[in-house]
T-cell receptor
Framework: QLQLQESGPGLVKPSETLSLTCDVS??????????WAWIRQTPGKGLEWIGT???????YYNPSLKSRVTISVDTSKNQFSLSLSAVTAADTAIYYC??????????WGQGTMITVSS | QSALTQPPSASGSPGQSVTISCTGT?????????VSWYQQRPGKAPKLMIY???ERPSGVPDRFSGSKSDNTASLTVSGLQPEDEADYYC??????????FGTGTKVTV
């Protein structure tokens, strides 16, 4: 049974770069059948798609975040990562990783809370 | 890429039905048959309830159903149960490997 687990620093200072990792267990990030995604949820608000990647390295980003986002994969560690640069308080959110199946997000990690504060 | 529009809240008594709308544009909901719905209970990650407009993943009760007409998709929960009380979000594929979520609806039973 596929499981996803996010990990991150919890607290990031303004203007710095946020780095998160999603560990994939019970399956392979190299699956040719799936894409993998990052999604966030700001406190008390809705969900926002950040970006999606394929194991080959192809990436697709939300236009509103594209200039600051990088998603990458490490197939040797069976994980994929999110990097978000120049963070501000507006980037404070719960960050989720998810698997994409039939253009829907069918399996989610538990989420990791990231606070941007000095 | 604007968020899909959902009503902030919806409610119903146990056993009744509730329908949530999700309005997008001809570039997302209206263009593709890839609308999905998610249930989110407090403090939990979202859970996929419907994909490809009306398909249910294994384990999702058939009380949950989806439909779409033009730029608006809908989720209907029939025979409401107390455990259905949650936030519900729609999402649509928007082309070029991009996605957009709805604003979310709080369902009260």
């Amino acid at each position: 049974q596929l499981q996803l687990q996010e990990s991150g620093p919890g607290l990031v200072k303004p203007s710095e770069t946020l780095s998160l990792t999603c560990d994939v267990s019970g399956g392979s990030v190299s699956s040719s059948s799936h894409y993998w995604a990052w999604i966030r949820q700001t406190p008390g608000k809705g969900l926002e798609w950040i970006g999606t990647m394929y194991f080959s390295g192809s990436t697709y980003y939300n236009p509103s975040l594209k200039s600051r986002v990088t998603i990458s994969v490490d197939t040797s560690k069976n994980q994929f990562s999110l990097s978000l640069s120049a963070v501000t308080a507006a980037d404070t959110a719960i960050y989720y990783c998810a698997r994409v199946e039939s253009l829907a997000f069918d399996i989610w990690g538990q989420g990791t809370m990231i606070t941007v504060s000095s | 890429q604007s968020a899909l529009t959902q009503p902030p809240s919806a409610s119903g008594s146990p056993g009744q039905s509730v329908t949530i709308s999700c309005t997008g544009t001809s570039s997302d909901v209206g263009a593709y048959y890839y609308v999905s719905w998610y249930q989110q209970r407090p403090g939990k990650a979202p859970k996929l309830m419907i994909y490809e407009v009306k398909e249910r993943p294994s384990g999702v009760p058939d009380r949950f159903s989806g439909s779409k007409s033009d730029n608006t998709a809908s989720l209907t929960v029939s025979g409401l149960q107390p455990e259905d009380e949650a936030d519900y979000y729609c999402s649509s594929y928007a082309g070029s490997n991009t996605y957009v979520f709805g604003t979310g609806t709080k369902v009260t039973v």
